[in-house]
């Protein structure tokens, strides 16, 4: 299907589709090659490519997690904006509390791509403790895990995931940041009632690029004095009205019509119709080119208004 489809302007190769945005590199987090491999110092996991060495937490060599006061605040100096929150400082070795696993950044992508964060107790609890689990927004990320966790005396130190699947929204919105909140649900053991939250903060990386979808994507094939077709649309949902101006190269060979089409955020997806006509004379001539241009200029979306000109390649075939 999308072998069909011209998304013009727009890369679907994984690592440039952010445009602007920082590179993976930056983030730390990038698609693997074909073969699932990444390059020295990274592993691949749910096709991303992930700093470091890839291996399953166990409650022992977690030395990332934010045991203390002190651990969690130097994240804080550090200006990481990727540490577990404010309502966990907590000083977790002095009273039973909820550990994350992850001090570093969850990266999601709205292709779908999913992250991890692992989490257990302090101590071990008198009785069952059900840990719940919300996320924000749920715009651009849903949670894959269970909505709970149980804990109880006998697995109170197991890691148990929390799986997190970012979500396409198929607008240029930039890498968002996103919550899992963990918090106590419900439990008898007095202490782990009061438990504090714990808050891990993430980003679901963007893969939207302003471009333009026209079926079909071959050259524009018109008779003198026929008419063909082909078909327009944003490639992803515009924040306000776009307008494609369309425009031929000689209106003495083909012109083209209608020569403004708008689409709006609740319509983006619906492709409109454009109509070009061979000009028809009774000369006997070449077959002639031409090309239609198609602007975007006039749009409140800065990323449609900043988008390059299209220009339609086209053929009009000789009659006479
Ligand atoms: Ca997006
Ligand atoms: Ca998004
Ligand atoms: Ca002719």
């Not at 197991?158 to 607008?171: C, E, R, S």
Request: aromatic letters at 8%.
């Amino acid at each position: 299907m999308m072998s069909a489809l011209r998304a013009i302007g727009m890369a679907i190769a994984f690592t440039s589709v952010v445009g602007c945005a920082p590179s993976f590199e930056d983030i730390g987090a990038f698609a693997c090659a074909n073969d699932g491999t990444c390059p020295a110092g990274f592993f691949c996991k749910e096709k991303l490519c992930k700093k470091g060495a890839e291996e399953t937490p166990d409650a022992s060599d977690l030395d990332s997690t934010v045991k203390s006061t002190e651990d969690a605040q130097s994240y804080v100096d550090a200006g990481s904006d990727a540490l577990i929150s404010s309502d966990a400082l907590q000083d977790v070795s002095a009273r039973p509390s909820i550990v994350a696993s992850r001090v570093n950044g969850l990266y999601t992508s709205e292709y779908g791509q999913h992250d991890s964060v692992y989490v257990y107790l302090s101590s071990q609890p008198t009785g069952p403790v059900t840990l719940g689990i919300s996320v924000f927004p749920l715009t651009e990320v849903a949670l894959e895990s269970s909505p709970t966790l149980v804990y109880n005396p006998s697995n109170w130190q197991t890691l148990q995931a929390i799986t997190v699947k970012g979500l396409h929204d198929y607008q240029v919105d930039g890498d968002q940041k996103f919550s899992i909140r963990v918090f106590v649900d419900t439990t008898d053991d007095g202490d782990y009632k009061t438990a504090l939250p714990v808050t891990i903060y993430g980003t679901n990386v963007d893969v939207d690029q302003a471009a333009l979808v026209i079926e079909p994507a071959s050259s524009v094939k018109v008779t003198e004095g026929a008419q063909v077709k082909f078909t327009l649309r944003p490639d992803t949902k515009p924040l306000d009205t776009v307008t494609f101006v369309l425009t031929s190269s000689d209106t003495g060979i083909a012109t083209v019509s209608p020569s403004t089409v708008d689409y709006e955020p609740a319509d983006w997806g619906t492709a409109k119709s454009i109509i070009v006509s061979g000009v028809n004379d009774t000369v006997r001539t070449a077959d002639r080119a031409f090309t239609i241009k198609i602007d975007t200029g006039k749009s409140k979306d800065s990323a449609y208004a900043a988008m390059k000109s299209v220009s339609q390649s086209g053929w009009c075939f000789d009659n006479d």
